[in-house]
């Protein structure tokens, strides 16, 4: 199956609004309270786990742009490309995907469900724009 031509532009801006929304959907103003507290620690305790800041920034960054450019060749082969079809296509590549393994994990290792919720709703946001994005800028 060849890959279809994708609009490296159009990955990019949308690697860049997932990064952005990850850091609002995890900020003071969204879910970073109940996300610390369903994560049993405390802020200072998330800090010191969590490791070099500017490198977790950037795998978070990479792990857009890799969703991204995904999302951008399964859109191209589902025609026609429109921004409703864009946003269908992250629900459904959501649901196969991203949603239905993360809920196995989170069942298995007795993760608040609630945990689950904050984590995967960020996921279906994201590749919904996303997909609406990389189905706008073809």
């Known amino acids: ?3 279809p031509h994708i609009n490296y532009w159009a990955v990019l801006v949308s690697g860049v609004v ?12 969204l879910f970073a309270k109940p ?6 620690k405390s802020e200072e305790e ?3 786990a969590s490791g070099p800041m500017p ?3 950037l795998m978070a960054f990479i792990c857009g742009l890799l ?3 995904s999302l951008a060749v399964v859109i191209r082969h589902l025609p026609p490309v429109t921004p409703l079809r864009g946003a269908l296509v992250g ?5 196969g995907f991203a949603a ?6 989170a069942l298995f290792s007795s993760q608040p469900k609630a945990l689950w919720l904050i984590n995967s709703g960020y996921n279906l946001v994201s590749f919904v724009i996303a997909g609406i994005i990389l189905a706008l800028w073809r």
């Open 18 to 29: 997932i990064f952005i929304l990850g850091g609002l959907w995890y900020s003071k103003a």
């Open 46 to 48: 998330m800090k010191a």
């Open 91 to 95: 629900v459904f590549c959501w649901v």
């Open 100 to 105: 239905a393994t993360s809920l196995a994990t």
């Open 67 to 69: 969703i991204a450019a």
């Open 35 to 40: 996300w610390i507290r369903l994560m049993g």
């Open 55 to 57: 490198l977790l920034l």
């Open 1 to 3: 199956m060849p890959i």
